[in-house]
């Protein structure tokens, strides 16, 4: 499976370059078919409990692999980046996985329709199809940005599994142009939980997206309402998809399927959160928001749980050079860096207190905040105090009110 990359630089010479994870990169395919180790679990046991396998393989196992396993700092070298882009391989990879997507939630869908099972069974198995639909989302984004027409339609189909078909407007034209600064819903902002956040990423990013494609469409001289609107058109699958389910397997889909949006909304909403948590874009003298940097965004490396998300989390880079394929992302040496993999850090951000006390000071420490709170972006009801508790951090004193307006 290795593929030698080869470009001649006149200054350095044969340059040559090998994806040693390019067989692995199949993970990312394969993960969203792991609610069936749950189901299976429950075949070989009889016992509904095992249900919540796949919980355990995610929040327990994949934050010990990455801690075990560790960091990968391997970067593809730039000449060659052209044709690690041009490598049809790693685009079929992602359109592999959006059908694998709706495979999984009709499994779990037809296990609960077609079994008898307890009540809290039932929420168990909405709750890991939910979380797998999540990765639906991250399927999504990475196809949202590219700009061939069909991964613009494979994200749009892929987002019909959570019925989330506003997020590709919402994230690359909403997001991505006011990402770590005080007017993003989906930046989260120091001293703010993620409970405070969600309620308002969530209707933030509905409303934004709306506004958006309702621009978009106006001044193409089209209606909001009309079969044009990317939004209506991963709706209708969603609709097409989750009516069926119901019809098919009777009331049970109602409950089924209400926990198993709403957990995948919330696996979104969880990676909104630590992404950005706290990072400020300063303002130039002509007032308004210096470009983004990789600086703005939280990093990690930890191999694992890269290789089963695409490279999400070399997300420093991506918001850098959004369109960037998956195999072409870079590390950098100087960038907010989390502790663990996001299946570490997502059920870290759902306990506010040790969310706060890992990543206040870890925030603070940064080589571009150094302690200065008005290079952070923080939450206005916490201003005060957090200004009381880290405020002899501060470089000056003038600049500590500075911050989130709204």
Sequence with gaps: MSTVYIAMDAARGRIEYTDRKRPWWMLSVVWPLIPFTGIAAQLVTGRQIALGLPLVISYVLMP??????????????????????????????????????????????WWVGTHELSWWAVLMLAYVAGADSGLGINTAHELGHKHTRLEQWLARLALAVPFYGHFTVEHGRGHHRTVATPEDNASARMGESIYRFALRELPGG????????????????RSAWSVHNTILQSYAVSALVQGGLLLAFGWVMVPFLAVHNAVAWWQLTSANYVEHYGLLRQKTASGRYEIPQPHHSWNTDHLVTNLVL??????????????????????????????????????????????FRVMDKRLLALPHVQGDLGRVNIAPHRRAALVARYGRLRKTADRAAIGAST
Aim: glycine residues 6%.
């Design 310 to 355: 695409f490279h999400l989390q070399r997300h420093s880079d991506h918001h850098a050079h959004p369109s960037r394929r998956y195999q072409s992302l870079r590390t950098w040496a100087a960038v907010p860096q989390l502790p663990s993999g996001y299946f570490g850090m997502f059920p870290l951000s759902w306990f506010p207190p040790l969310w």
């Design 206 to 221: 509905i409303l934004r997206a709306w506004r958006l494609e309702r621009e978009r469409l106006r001044s193409g001289g």
């Design 64 to 109: 010990l692999f990455d801690f075990f396993i560790g960091n990968d700092r391997s970067n593809p070298d730039e000449a060659v980046v052209p044709q690690l882009e041009a490598d049809r391989y790693y685009r079929v990879l992602t359109w592999l996985t959006v059908p694998l997507h709706f495979v999984a939630l009709l499994g779990c869908a």
